[in-house]
């Protein structure tokens, strides 16, 4: 993978440009709720690794603000930040 701040090689892609995902730590070890989000997300951006709420960065743009993981995880736990215009969607 390239170096932090430098241009992705020919066909390697780029991680987050558009969106990032937060877990709160509160929430990062639940493997019931890491189970529930892998299931729920339609472009596999969560994984229930070793009972983790893991984010998969490499899907991180191809969300579709679908707020299916938000409404799975308890409120202010998880936040979808949309980096292209500075807002995020969290309940």
Same mark, same amino acid.
Request: charged residues 30%; hydrophobic residues 40%; negative net charge.
């Given at each position: 993978? &390239?170096?932090? /701040? &430098? *241009?992705? %090689? %020919? /066909? !390697?892609?780029? !991680? /987050? +440009?558009?969106?990032? +995902?937060? +877990?709160s730590e509160q929430i990062a070890g639940d493997a019931e709720l890491a189970r529930k989000l892998q299931e729920v997300c339609p472009v596999d951006i969560f994984s229930a690794s070793e009972g983790r709420v893991e984010v998969v960065r490499s899907n991180l743009d191809e969300c579709v603000l679908c707020? =299916?993981? =938000? !409404?799975?995880? *308890?409120? /202010?736990?998880l936040a979808v930040k949309k980096l292209y215009d500075g807002t995020e969607l969290r309940r």
């Open positions: 993978m &390239s170096g932090e /701040g &430098s *241009p992705a %090689a %020919a /066909g !390697e892609r780029q !991680e /987050g +440009v558009f969106i990032d +995902v937060e +877990v707020e =299916l993981c =938000l !409404e799975a995880a *308890p409120d /202010g736990r």
